[in-house]
């Protein structure tokens, strides 16, 4: 966990923020650092910085993250209620589209957001960065 004397609690003006959980500011799309500012400039388009606390968020990557719990929770859902639909009906192809297709996209789009912000949260919150080889001894 973040010590109180971490750094990167303050911003430029010396103003010392609290550190704030991960998954209440992520999943709302909030600066992790202050709370009050968006992360997002769009619907997944990363921000340069917080408007209110000017943190960089040059750090964040979280690559295909999202896309991975996406399709691992919400994919096989989706998937295996199209095959009970298929199994248990035996519907005609209309029913499908009318059905299966709003399920699956509504349950693979809705969490992409809250999912990557709530990875860069975890990024700033953890102070996680890219991994190095350590020189040999």
Request: aromatic share 12%; charged share 15%; with cysteine.
């Amino acid at each position: 966990m973040p010590q109180p004397d971490d750094a990167q609690f303050t911003d430029a003006s010396g103003h010392r923020w609290p550190s704030l959980p991960p998954i209440s500011t992520g999943l709302r799309g909030r600066c992790p650092r202050c709370g009050r500012g968006h992360i997002f400039n769009g619907f997944l388009t990363i921000r340069d910085h917080c408007e209110v606390c000017g943190l960089d968020y040059a750090f964040a990557d979280p690559a295909d993250g999202p896309a991975v719990f996406v399709q691992l929770f919400a994919c096989v859902p989706g998937v295996i209620f199209i095959l009970i639909l298929a199994i248990a009906w035996d519907p005609p192809l209309w029913v499908y589209l009318v059905i299966g297709l709003p399920v699956v996209i509504l349950s693979t789009v809705g969490p992409l957001r809250p999912i990557k912000g709530w990875l860069i949260a975890s990024q700033f919150y953890f102070k996680a960065e890219e991994g190095r080889l350590a020189p040999p001894r």
